[in-house]
């Protein structure tokens, strides 16, 4: 789930939100807050597939930067989502190239959980609302323009 928090015109474009609200008391505290979220982009991919891109999750040990050692790719889905590394084996965030595994399997396991139980009542909460943007990232990073153009047609203002 990513949402978009925007509290006044003076900051522009606005902040995201990642894991957050994670239900709808949460959701209902938060449209308290300032008029609420801008837009709840809901990103919508298979749990298998969200499997899979966690089992090529590395991370940079130095700065913590996440990348994805693995092409990401379900035929039945329609889903092609390229590796994103280095190209030249230097982090691009501190320029390291010390690279570990940066999968939780049992943190992902437990959040995934928690996201299944809580998402239809959040998505509903939010479509009731008129700021839920649903959207298949069948790309990757490569779908980045399309989410961008998809936000911008939806977002409230």
Known sequence: ???LLILNQSYGEGFILNDFP?????????????????????ISLPAEVLVEIEEAKVKCADCHKVYYKNNVISEAHGIHIEKFMPHDGHCDDCSGTNFVD????????????????????LLS??????TLVDFELKKGYDSYDKLKKTLQYNIKH
């Open 102 to 121: 940066g999968s939780d399997p049992a943190k992902f396991e437990k959040d995934l959980e928690a996201y299944q139980k809580a998402k239809d009542d």
């Open 1 to 3: 789930l990513l949402k």
């Open 125 to 130: 909460f939010y479509n009731s609302h008129g």
């Open 22 to 42: 994670n239900n709808v008391d949460q959701a209902l505290m938060l449209e308290d807050y300032k008029g609420g979220l801008n837009a709840f982009v809901h």
